[in-house]
């Protein structure tokens, strides 16, 4: 633990920003993580400046705890009459003194509060000002505030156990007595695997239950959702039907896959850590920031193609878009949230249930589509068309699908043996995105008909401005020498359990049982192994 | 881009730490009046841009690591902050056009050398 103090002179322009300039060294020193300062030094500015702009004196305490950094300023100013207002972008009292220097443009307290984990503002009118704000350093919680795009119905629960083991981070319980699925948020990489698993429709993505109205919207969807309608439906029919239900604009992510891949290739001709391993998959990123932080520098600093697609584009309130995974949908809702964004983002079901009926009738109207579709394809060369052809040709470019491979690969990259490849994409689900197991037609088969798809969307790959951290899953304690206690507890209790792993204890192996109990983990105990009560 | 390389392109005029604009990359650049989003977009491989001229932005872009400033219209810093920039070790340069036109020639810089290195 340690703590500082800085006085802040009102007034004193010339000054402004010393604490904070002192607070990064500090903060540097110790060691903690660049995007925990950046977001605390951001934070910190403001909060001095805004001291230095309205009040006489003010003080900056900070506490450097190990898992969070505590700032608290006070000042005598005025105080503020109407929090609420204050909050408000582009609101802001300050003197034309302090405009003129760039302040006062009434981003200040909203900066505050989009850089750090919690946010507390108090003030008395002609009394002052109490601001405190806390940045987390363990990057899960961050992850858990953002929650992971799960829904769970526990009464659609069968208690089947199976999603337990196809969960790759071993991230899922199903504890009994509940009897329904339980997600440790720190662990679960989004990735999907359990709600391919989950026959009853327990485990499902939480999205938006009903269409927004898609009147003079744009849409967004994946490419593969063109392909979802069977053979006699070809991408066409299902764009017109997706403008008959009234879209302004379709838009298809599969040029942005392609700008990706693209962009990740030339990066890799100058980068120093290959294999560059591409982000399109957000599963696999959070699987890498989790499992396989040495991995990190290898990835390609751009946004999922996702991310990049809306980062300009889906302004508030006129765009819908689908997410065809719980990775996908917790990304977008990480952009800088507006209210209405988490009703405007739909699963792919949702939409094919509103196009079915409109192409239906028109079924077999482009039952030559394929072939039709090929000399289109010619003519213009095409995003798809382009995919497969690089891929499969490029030499050191490895494309790797479904979740188990993708672990397995990263292990040999991690082990240093996978020099002779140059670029890994990688991708949680098999087939890439068309595996998703939100999408209903067989992703061999939706991928096959892409092939020959056209999509004349310009797309370009988007550089990262935060760049991509390691998350503390699977840290047993943050302090090492208590760790090393808790995982020689953790390994002569997994030397009493059987060893079958057969998960009736509601975790899915005896060593996440052994875990579980030795962190505290919701109640359970050793007692929960069915083999030894049996004994 | 080297910092020095993007001044000969835009024919900006650099007044601060030159020795170090052969060093210091730059991959995007951030234009703004304002203190606040200069914070936000700021980082250790972003040259900000912007029409004020005063002593803050040296702190601002020392807090974000921001190896450089562009300043627009030909308007040479005032003393304070030709200071801070040298004292902070921070890239300060000129540009003799305005706002659109020099976001432009940066966009077309940093573009051209994505180019490149595709090729």
């Known amino acids: 633990m340690k703590s500082c103090s800085y006085r802040i002179s009102g007034g004193d322009y010339a000054n402004a920003g010393a604490a904070s300039s002192d607070l990064k060294a500090v903060l540097k020193r110790i060691g903690v993580e660049p995007a925990a300062i950046r977001r605390t030094i951001i934070a910190a500015y403001e909060a001095e400046t805004n001291v230095v702009i309205h009040a006489l004196r003010g003080e900056m305490r900070v506490t450097i705890g190990p898992g969070q950094i505590d700032v608290e300023v006070d000042d005598d100013g005025p105080g503020i009459p109407d929090i609420a207002q204050a909050m ?85 319980r199903v504890r009994r007595g509940t009897n329904a699925p339980a997600i440790l948020e720190h662990l679960c990489i989004n990735c999907a695997e359990c709600i391919a698993a989950c026959a009853s429709g327990a485990l499902a993505m939480s999205a938006a239950a009903e269409l927004p109205d898609p009147k003079g919207r744009s849409l967004l969807i994946p490419s593969s959702f063109l392909y979802q309608f069977g053979a006699g439906i070809g991408p066409e029919s299902v ?228 760049p991509f951290t390691a998350r503390a899953g699977l840290r047993l304690d943050e302090d090492m020498a208590k760790a090393m206690a808790k995982l020689s507890e953790i390994e002569r209790l997994r030397r009493t359990l059987p060893g079958k792993d057969c998960a009736l204890c509601g975790a899915p192996t005896c060593d996440a049982l052994a875990e579980d109990v030795v962190l505290g983990r919701t109640a359970c105990s050793i007692s929960d192994c069915r083999t030894l009560t049996k004994k | 881009m080297k910092l020095s390389e993007l001044a000969d392109k835009l024919g900006a005029q650099i007044v601060a730490n030159v020795e170090r604009a052969d060093e210091a990359q730059v991959e995007r650049f951030h234009v703004s009046d304002r203190i606040s989003d200069l914070l936000n977009s700021g980082s250790d491989e972003t040259l900000l841009v912007t029409g004020l001229v005063n002593m803050h932005l040296a702190r601002v872009a020392e807090l974000m690591d921001a190896p450089g400033i562009c300043l627009l219209d030909g308007i040479a810093p005032d003393a304070p902050l030709l200071e801070a920039a040298l004292r902070r070790g921070i890239v300060l340069m000129i540009s003799e056009s305005g706002r659109e036109e020099t976001a432009g020639l940066l966009r077309a810089c940093l573009l051209e050398e994505l180019c490149e290195e595709a090729d």
């Open chain 1, 88 to 172: 408000k972008e582009g609101f802001s009292t300050a003197p034309a003194a302090a405009r003129e220097l760039g302040f006062g443009a009434g981003m200040g307290l909203p900066n505050i509060r989009k850089s750090s984990d919690r946010f507390v503002l108090e003030s008395t009118v002609g009394q002052g000002t109490r601001l405190r704000f806390t940045v987390h350093l363990k990057a899960h919680a961050v992850a858990a505030a953002a929650g992971n795009g799960m829904r769970i119905s526990p009464e659609r629960c069968t208690g089947c156990l199976r999603c337990l083991r196809v969960c790759p981070t071993q991230a899922l």
């Open chain 1, 239 to 466: 764009r017109r039907a997706l403008t008959e239900l009234g879209f302004a604009e379709v838009r298809e992510l599969g040029p942005w896959h392609e700008a990706l891949r693209r962009a990740t290739e030339q990066y890799a001709a100058h980068s120093k850590a290959l294999p560059v391993i591409s982000p399109a998959c957000l599963a696999v990123v959070n699987l890498i920031e989790m499992r396989f932080p040495s991995l990190i520098r290898n990835l390609a600093p751009f946004l999922s193609p996702i991310e990049a697609a809306c980062r300009d584009w889906a302004a508030e309130g006129k765009s819908v878009m689908v997410a065809s995974c719980p990775a996908e949908r917790a990304a977008l809702l990480l952009r800088p949230a507006t209210e209405r964004l988490e009703a405007d983002i739909i699963p792919p079901a949702l939409l094919a249930q509103k196009v079915m009926p409109l192409v239906a009738a028109k079924r077999g109207a482009e039952s030559s589509s394929a072939s039709l579709e090929l000399k289109n394809g010619n003519s213009r060369t095409t995003s798809k068309t382009r995919t497969t052809t690089r891929t499969s040709t490029k030499e050191g470019v490895l494309e790797v699908t479904g979740i188990r491979h993708v672990v397995r690969v990263l292990e040999e990259v991690e082990n240093g043996l996978l020099p002779d490849v140059r670029v890994l994409e990688l991708f949680a689900c098999e087939q890439g995105c068309f595996g998703s197991p939100l999408l209903k037609e067989d992703a061999f088969i939706s991928r096959h008909r892409a092939r020959s798809g056209t999509a004349a969307e310009e797309a370009r790959a988007v550089r990262r401005e935060k």
